[in-house]
């Protein structure tokens, strides 16, 4: 149990006297009749991971016993952390970064392996890439402004070809990024792969080879009775949300079978639907496919138990374990081609995409500027870019452009 | 009855009283010197980059300075033409002497207000600093009033200094104001020293004006208000001169002579119009620097040397003035000269511009650290016009960073203060492609009308040049171009193919369509060329480009600051607790308390309050909101 807070020496002395600060020391927690051995460990402020005074507690693993722990710590002030509150109080005293925080929430909510490695790859801080970019735009940005206060006084020119020539690169590297913040965050959701097939198509089979054994988490999709199962693993490096359409599985009725309306929200929210067809049949089968001709763009037909000399399209052998195309075509169809560890160390939160994607945007807007525009309009773009790179960042809007600005220009008079 | 009295006959003097008396409000100008209301202190121009943008906007909301200029400007121009629709700035030079005239004029016509001369002495409240019932004068008389707005410029225990040589004044010939400025001390509230400077006078007749480089004014001359029927004044060019060598020579070698190098000065001056040391000192390589040889009247035979602002001993002045080009027998009547005086910290004041600690006070102008007239102009109609509606249990005013450069001037003001002198620039307003001062008055045509100072007329023309700018817009919309329509040869002739048809906007949206073939097919549109008052053809052509064209990115501008601007609508409430906020370092406790944003926007503005920590203050408010 972790506690956190100011005062805590004075605030926990009717429970137990703190040790001295980083040494593992045994202690006897008593209260009302209860009596607790504990291994008690002290970081006093600021030198401690929410930069307050944090105290642990290791106890002995009964939950009652936690509990009641818990109560007494209430009654003398302390109370159950939210969640995130401990990384929250973090970042507000500045013991963190906020990229640094969104990493440390992703890791705790990691569920495979490749989300962990992927959560500690950004837990580093800020990538430098991100660093380079504010390197160059800050003396466009700068010269900007000065074009435009005080441009036609003093013979400041913003020449657009020599601004846009000098920000191709980052330009570029944005478009990379975004590609690989897109497949982080597929990764780190994990890729959600709706199975659909006629009966004996290979879904199970697939599903087994895909799921494994071990580290499947099954539940089940509320809304959707028992007619989907979500099930979360990781095969191959790549983190699987796999929705097993079980109702179209049980029944022969061919209306009942094509029953996609009850399935309808698992189709839409899915990366891709795998559609399974056995390799005897000629062709996918025709009924199901109108079905599913809403999601058209995301269908990939999928041709199981195939020799697979010559075969169109995807096709996998699951039973005899061939699942290579498989594998190409999730990563071509959902990460852009890109393998998971390619994608360490990408912006993945919601957050930063959606910056990311401003950010890219704002470069691309300025590079279709015509020639002859006004310095206003690269101005206020590129004062657009800083703000987003800033709020990238986490850090304050820039105070000190200002004096960057004019540092370099004798202007004024 | 409530009466205001406006301590101060300067820029933002003007603008309070004369918007106090507009509104309605029984209001007197104290003034040390009758003679000097509306007097330039140093360079004899209005406007410029920024500044201009917020002349219009004073205008607008029923200002005077705007209409000042126009019946007093001998050369005006257009700055930063080249650099946008948005960013560019009018700038005219005045007549000074016919400026203090016109403004006295002004005033003296103007119902429900008086004028008296004095020097303030101190305000006088019933109870401690509650109840403010007055202002009491050196000479012993009291002016009643139930609020004060003071304005004193660069009065308040004014110092002014040449070389090693000091003396008390609020301008050079003007005595200084010493007791008003102890007694606002003695309340409580932070001070600190700031300095100005000025350039040197010359007499005409010693200058060689055909050395020089001449620069002539826009023909014709374009108006900075709204409601000016046109620009009665003759105009004339203004000259620019260089410095040479030898001038950096003198300045260098005479450096520990002048008062600001020698020591001899304690406040902070301004960065952006630095004295002609700062510029050699800071700027070796630049060679050469920019000198503006404008007339300071017509009627005299002054000249303003823009850019020389010096406090270097007469002697050594001289020199200087000798060695430009054109100038080697030139006489000095002036020396130009640099000023200390007292200001106070802008922090201290609420959004309206209100003196937090005490009640009934205004202050606006240089006293809160800018520096410039147009500044000072803007907030001094705030703060008059505030002043009346408090007086009038009505909420205040206060402009959004997004709705004018007035605005992001009185929000910079208050939430984050000031270590300099603080001087508009356009590169201060994130929302820039929005602010453009051509329409200002139609982008504060609701604030107006809230506050009441323009008359109906010219309310009316405001509201007549939307309307007709809003219906040929829709015209625009609806119009189809295609190679038989009346636009096809126009749309050729610019070197476009017209495949499919497009709407006349559409067309005017390509790069190819200049101002001539814009002009053209506008005038095809029924109404766009009936004269009307306000109405021109011409700047309305270029308005309606920049709207088509621009409209994309001011969209997008807008947008990516809407988080910011969700914030500046979330109230921090008077009686929140910040100390009992659990997870606020101390460093932004601190900064809190200093700053005491009214809102969560001003928070987020304060330097070192991270947008984590105005989350955290968001999620407080909403919690004890909830209870």
């Known amino acids: ?413 | 009855m409530k009466q205001i009295v406006v301590i101060g006959g300067g820029h933002a003097g003007i603008e309070a009283a004369h918007i106090a008396a507009r509104m309605g409000m029984a209001t007197t100008l104290l003034t040390m010197n009758l003679d000097q209301i509306g007097q330039m202190s140093c360079n004899p121009s209005i406007g410029g980059v920024g500044k201009g943008h917020m002349v219009r906007e004073l205008d607008a909301l029923g200002g005077a300075m705007g209409r000042l200029i126009d019946a007093t400007g001998i050369h005006f121009r257009i700055l930063n033409e080249s650099r946008g629709v948005a960013v560019r700035g009018p700038r005219a030079q005045a007549d000074k002497v016919k400026y203090r005239i016109a403004a006295r004029h002004l005033l003296e016509h103007a119902p429900n207000l008086r004028l008296r001369q004095g020097t303030a002495a101190a305000l006088l409240w019933t109870e401690g600093t509650r109840g403010l019932k007055g202002v009491e004068l050196l000479d012993g008389s009291v002016l009643p009033c139930d609020a004060v707005v003071v304005t004193s410029g660069t009065f308040l225990n004014g110092r002014i200094l040449i070389g090693e040589r000091r003396m008390e004044a609020g301008r050079a010939g003007e005595p200084a104001s010493t007791h008003l400025a102890e007694q606002l001390k003695s309340l409580g509230l932070r001070c600190r020293r700031l300095k100005t400077g000025t350039s040197p006078r010359l007499a005409r007749a010693s200058i060689d004006f055909h050395r020089l480089e001449v620069q002539p004014g826009d023909a014709p001359p374009r108006p900075f208000s709204f409601f000016s029927p046109g620009i009665p004044q003759p105009q004339v060019p203004c000259h620019i001169v260089h410095t040479t060598a030898e001038t950096e020579a003198i300045v260098r070698e005479n450096l520990p002579k002048s008062s600001l190098y020698g020591g001899h000065i304690e406040g902070v001056g301004p960065r952006y119009c630095p004295s002609i040391e700062d510029k050699f000192v800071k700027f070796p390589d630049k060679g050469r620097h920019q000198i503006f040889v404008e007339p300071e009247s017509l009627e005299t035979e002054e000249i303003y040397l823009a850019g020389l602002s010096t406090s270097m001993p007469p002697e050594v002045q001289l020199r200087m003035v000798r060695s430009l080009p054109g100038f080697e027998v030139a006489e000095i009547l002036r020396p130009g000269y640099a000023i200390e005086y007292d200001s106070f910290d802008p922090l201290q004041l609420r959004r309206d511009l209100a003196v937090d600690e005490v009640e009934g006070v205004w202050f606006a102008g240089q006293i809160n650290g800018t520096t410039g007239y147009e500044e000072a102009a803007g907030q001094g109609l705030l703060a008059g016009l505030n002043a009346v509606r408090w007086l009038r249990g009505q909420e205040p005013v206060i402009l959004g960073r997004d709705q004018a450069y007035l605005g992001v001037m009185v929000d910079d003001l208050v939430t984050k203060g000031t270590d300099e002198p603080y001087r508009m620039l356009t590169a201060r307003a994130e929302h820039r492609l929005g602010l453009a001062c051509d329409v200002a008055d139609a982008r504060l045509l609701a604030v107006a009308r809230e506050i009441g100072a323009l008359t109906s007329r010219e309310l009316a023309l405001v509201e007549a040049k939307v309307e007709r700018r809003e219906r040929l817009r829709t015209q625009c919309d609806a119009a189809w171009v295609t190679q038989t329509s009346p636009f096809g040869p126009i749309a050729t002739g610019a070197g476009l193919r017209l495949d499919a048809g497009l709407a006349l906007s559409d067309l005017l949206r390509r790069q190819q369509m200049g101002p001539a073939e814009a002009d053209v097919c506008l005038a095809l549109l029924e109404g766009w060329a009936e004269p009307q008052g306000g109405w021109n053809p011409a700047w309305e052509r270029d308005l309606l480009l920049f709207d088509l064209r621009y409209a994309p990115y001011r969209d997008r501008e807008a947008r990516l600051l809407e988080g910011h601007r969700a914030w500046d609508h979330v109230r921090i409430p008077a009686d929140f607790r910040l100390e009992h906020l659990h997870g606020l370092s101390r460093e932004v406790l601190e900064k809190l308390t200093l700053h005491r944003p009214e809102t969560l926007g001003q928070a987020s503005r304060i330097p070192g309050v991270t947008p984590a920590a105005v989350t955290l203050l968001h999620l407080h408010i909403h919690r004890s909101e909830r209870i």
């Not at chain 1, 020496?9 to 020391?25: N, T």
């Not at chain 1, 995301?298 to 039973?319: C, M, Q, S």
């Open chain 1, 1 to 413: 149990m972790r506690v956190s807070g100011t005062g805590l020496a004075a605030r926990l002395a009717p429970l137990l006297s703190l040790p001295e600060p980083r040494r593992a020391s045994l202690r006897t927690l008593r209260w009302e009749g209860f009596r607790e051995q504990a291994l008690v460990l002290f970081f006093p402020a600021p030198a401690s991971y929410t930069g307050e005074d944090l105290v642990e507690f290791q106890v002995h693993g009964n939950p009652l016993l936690v509990r009641r722990l818990v109560e007494r710590l209430g009654s003398l002030g302390v109370r159950l952390a939210e969640p995130g509150e401990f990384t929250r109080r973090a970042l507000l005293n500045g013991k963190q970064g906020l990229l640094e925080a969104e990493a440390l929430r992703d890791l705790v909510g990691a569920e495979t392996d490749t989300q962990i490695r992927l959560a500690q790859a950004r837990a580093g801080g800020l990538p430098s890439w991100l660093l380079e970019s504010r390197q160059a735009l800050a003396p466009w940005v700068a010269r900007a402004e000065a074009a435009v206060d005080y441009g036609e006084e003093e013979g400041i020119l913003l020449d657009l070809l020599v601004l846009n020539g000098d920000l191709a690169p980052l330009r570029s590297r944005f478009h990379v990024e975004q590609s690989r913040s897109r497949a982080a965050r597929h990764l780190q959701d994990g890729l959600r792969l709706a199975l659909v097939g006629r009966p004996n198509a290979g879904k199970s089979t697939l599903f087994n080879a895909l799921a494994g054994e071990d580290r499947a988490i099954v539940t089940e999709i509320p809304g959707t009775t028992r007619d989907v199962l979500e099930v979360r693993c990781e095969w191959r490096g790549l983190p699987l949300r796999l929705y097993d359409t079980a109702g179209l599985r049980d029944t022969e009725d061919p209306v009942e079978r094509l029953g996609v309306a009850r399935v309808h929200p698992v189709l839409e929210g899915a990366d891709l639907v795998l559609h399974l067809w056995p390799a005897p049949d000629p062709a996918p089968d025709p009924v199901l496919q109108a079905a599913l001709a809403p999601f058209a763009g995301k269908v990939l037909e999928v041709r199981t138990f195939g020799d697979l000399a010559g075969a169109p399209g995807v096709a996998i052998a699951a039973h005899q374990g061939d699942l290579d195309a498989l594998e190409v075509a999730l990563r071509d169809r959902i990460l852009g081609g890109l393998a998971p560890d390619a994608c360490l160390g990408a912006l993945a939160t919601a957050r930063q995409v959606a910056l990311l994607d401003d950010l890219a945007r704002q470069l691309d807007l300025l590079a279709g500027l015509a020639p002859g525009c006004p310095p206003e309009l690269p101005a206020s773009l590129l004062q657009g870019a800083w703000g987003l790179l800033a709020r990238l960042t986490g850090e304050d809007r820039a105070e000190r452009t200002l004096d960057e600005l004019f540092s370099g220009f004798c202007l004024g008079k």
